[in-house]
């Protein structure tokens, strides 16, 4: 492995990239399986439907909706900033507003974590 692609030497511009490109690719693989669960209505109707969202009230996919939740979060703050430098506000200050990024999304995260954490508490581990 190239010495300058390890993270450890990554700087806020290349965390922001590399944190952007991680986000959406789970945000997109979320819109496959999501896209899988609505089409059970056509593979079994609303009885179909049921099932499905029947199996996934437990904790693990509480679980997952939380990552996802970090996932759009990020990405979504972190577009704005984009949308910024692209427009030519901030260029000269890219890491200053990573850390901006960084500590909204925390902050929305925090809380947002209330919320998952009420729903997590309401369901089972397992069916």
Do not use: C
Request: hydrophobic share 60%; aromatic share 16%; charged share 15%.
């Amino acid at each position: 492995m190239y010495a300058d692609l390890a993270p450890r030497r990554y700087r806020a511009g290349m965390w922001a990239f590399a944190l952007h490109r991680i986000s959406g690719l789970a945000i997109a693989l979320f819109l496959l399986l999501h896209i899988w669960e609505i089409t059970s209505v056509t593979r079994g109707g609303a009885q179909g439907f049921d099932q499905t969202m029947a199996r996934l009230a437990v904790r693990p996919f509480v679980i997952g909706e939380f990552l996802l939740f970090l996932a759009v979060v990020f990405h979504g703050i972190n577009g704005v900033r984009l949308v910024l430098m692209d427009m030519g506000a901030g260029v000269r200050r890219q890491k200053a507003l990573f850390w901006w990024v960084l500590g909204i999304s925390a902050a929305v995260i925090v809380y947002g974590a209330f919320f998952f954490a009420r729903r997590f508490a309401a369901y089972p581990w397992s069916l």
